[in-house]
């Protein structure tokens, strides 16, 4: 694994480099990160989160889906306990999220391979000095309250010691069931979030696939393959 004081982004770094399978990149500070639907990773204060991505070849696009929820896993199985994940994989401490996840594919349609996909996270690993910003304050917590020493290499140690142990161990329903235990969302009312706008449902269970299984208010059920939710905290 590489660490970096400070770069653009660690999945473009990745990206743009010739690495081999497995290599993970570490950095203190992005400049020009990334989250999903186009939101940044990059506006933390120096010192303040961690950036971790990791680099895969080869890897057949069936699979592809379950990494996001894999990572998820291992940043809450890293985190002890108390840590538990919002599907599809947010991690929630104290029912404040501590991380976000993004991954980034190229893709080979004539052999269902994926030619590349690199999987990114961002650790709120510290309380900012001045708070989060007011726009996320109610939502956004912190790993640790206040900087430990190697606070952050063991966390990304804890982090890829879990994620190589679930990636290459057990079958999908051993990891299904582990994702079960720590999901948040199953037997309570949420809101599935669609560009169509919000539809209030019940969270059912998470099936052996990691499919949330929901039932509507007229009593149609649904079983997502993707998507995002939100749930009153």
Known sequence: WIHLDEVASTNDYLKQGDFADGTAVIADRQTAGKGRQGKSWSEAPVGQAMYLSVLFHSMKISDMGLLPLLCGLATARSLGAAARIKWPNDVLLGEKKVCGILTE??????????????????????????????GIAHTAGAIFEAAQPDGKNRLAAAFLNHFWDAYSQGTPSDFAARYRRRNLA????????????????????VDDDCHLLVRYQDGSTAQLASGEISLQL
């Open 105 to 134: 594919a190229s893709f080979d349609l004539e052999s269902g391979l994926v030619d590349s996909i690199v999987l990114g996270i961002g650790f709120n690993a510290y309380l900012p000095r001045e708070g989060f910003p007011p």
């Open 186 to 205: 199953i037997g309570r009312e949420v809101q599935v979030l669609s560009p169509m706008g919000a539809k209030t449902a019940f969270a059912l269970d």
